[in-house]
């Protein structure tokens, strides 16, 4: 870990739950903790991320924050018909 901040946190967790972790820990040879913030970390950077972007979004559409989306397709159609042309001019 970058940072040397640490928190104390106790969960509840199934055993069986526990017992993954340990047999995990077992094979790396590393402590239920280390595999642990592994776990999560992951999560982090995969769901939760995608969480914080979610949630990102809908507080930018709260404030109003958006583009009309007939804007953005025509924006999209112009993008599309200029290359169109652009490669016909080199085939040609």
């Not at 094979?27 to 776990?39: F, H, N, S, Y």
């Not at 109003?64 to 290359?83: C, F, H, N, P, Q």
């Amino acid at each position: 870990m970058l940072n040397s901040e640490k928190s104390q946190v106790s969960l509840r967790l199934p055993t069986r739950l526990v017992s993954e972790f340990d047999r995990i820990a077992g094979i790396l040879e590393r402590d239920r903790t280390w595999v642990m913030q592994k776990a999560l970390s992951q999560y982090l950077a995969t769901e939760g991320a995608e969480v914080l972007r979610d949630a990102q979004g809908l507080d930018e559409l709260d404030r109003g924050d958006s583009v009309d989306l007939e804007d953005v397709l025509e924006k999209a159609r112009t993008i599309v018909d200029a290359a169109e042309y652009r490669r016909g001019m080199r085939v040609g």
